[in-house]
């Protein structure tokens, strides 16, 4: 199976230029490409995966991949996609996001594999040194604005809330970069969401006015949830690949919520599992999708592959502990992760003290009758264990990793205890 045949079995494969074409290039191997990224955070989110699998893919087939970092045209904003002006960034902000986002991406491509090793790029460094009239005497007279008018991104805005002279000139910016790409790195390719086939087919018509010679183009689809959710975004926002934004427990819960009509489909597109066992797994999950085998299997091979293997342990773990599970053995790392989900409460000062006052003191109980009440009717766990004893005190051997005491009410009802040190 060849590696366009792969992508299109995936689902990966929306738009593309002469499938011919693309098909030789690519099996005659090594081929340079690259995907641009906009840095408009210092974290990549998950809806930057099928772009960033896609580059690993490729590079794995023998190919050489390179991250654009747009810390160019940054400066400007990519119009695609979007219904109105986006803000624009100081140059202080976007090298900020940029150093975050460089950091990302030595986790997913091999930039020391000798002939097909990854590249690192960022746009700024050609064009911060474009003089304005030279831009437009050699690109831009090759731009109609007829043929930038008919392009989507362009078209849906000017039928909305319109778009600056600044945005208008993103095609032309981006099709330079594939220009610049194709004279000085031999890049033959460039690959991206399918909202970036405009800007993909400006830079393939700009290089055959420039060269006559051919370019190529493929885009990865745009990804949307069955039950029409907007895939990666949750009410707190993006689901970042930053374990300081997003953590990992967060992170492998997201999937964990994923519908069953797109496990299937999302094991596909972002993991590394061969499609054939994709296919027997899926089977296997339909017939039984109380169990939410085909949840968990996508839950653990995204957060290994975003943070790794022990990350990912912990955060089954976490997982495991807000379900009732026993604490023995647990880590401090899972204990926290599972806090994040819950209220805290620091308190200063050593046990041991009375379990009714903590219970009124961090809010689970509305009074002391109350917290006797629920006391005596079961309701109330220490570490994850039942205490019915109203009289029951808290001492120095409920407190885990010598900081912290968990607490719950009923079944859900957390709170994190913690005692200054």
Partial sequence: MTLFDELKLRGLVHDHTDQAELTSALEKG?????????????????????????????????????????????????????????????????????????????RFLDFDAGSNS???????????????????????????IGYMMAKESVKSRIADAGISYTEFSYMALQAYDFLHLFEKENCALQIGGSDQWGNITAGIELIRRVYGKPALGMTFPLITTSDGRKFGKTEEGNIWLDPKRTSPYRFSQYWIQTDDRDV??????????????????????????????????????????????????????AAKILFGAQLDGIEKTDL??????????????????????????????????????????????????????????????????????????GKKNYHLLEFER
Wanted: net charge neutral.
């Fill in 30 to 106: 090594g081929i340079s490409l690259y995907c641009g990224f906009d840095p408009t955070a210092d974290s990549l989110h998950i809806g930057n995966l099928i772009p960033i699998t896609g580059l690993m893919r490729f590079q794995r087939a023998g190919h050489r991949p390179i991250a654009l970092m747009g810390g160019g045209t940054g400066m400007i904003g990519d119009p695609s996609g979007k219904s109105e002006e986006r803000n624009l960034l100081s140059a202080e902000i976007l090298e900020h996001n940029l150093k975050g986002i460089r950091a990302q991406f030595e």
């Fill in 118 to 144: 990854a590249r690192m790029m960022n746009n700024a460094e050609w064009l911060n040194e474009l003089r304005l009239i030279d831009f437009f005497r050699d690109v831009g007279k090759h731009f109609s």
């Fill in 264 to 317: 299937g489909r999302f094991l596909r597109y972002f993991t590394f599992l061969p499609v054939d066992e994709i296919d027997e797994i899926e089977k296997e999950h339909l017939k039984s999708p109380e169990k939410r085998a085909g949840q968990h299997l996508l839950a653990k091979e995204l957060t290994t592959f975003a943070h790794g293997s022990a990350a990912a342990r912990s955060a089954e773990r």
């Fill in 336 to 409: 926290l992760s599972a806090a994040e989900e819950m209220p805290k409460t620091l308190r200063s000062g050593e046990p041991p003290c009375p379990l009714i006052d903590i219970l009124l003191e961090t809010g689970l109980s509305k009074s002391k009758t109350m917290a006797r009440k629920e006391l005596k009717g079961g309701g109330i766990y220490v570490n994850n264990h039942r205490i019915t004893d109203e009289e029951s005190v808290l001492s120095a051997e409920d407190i885990l990793f010598g900081q912290y005491i968990l607490l719950r009410k």
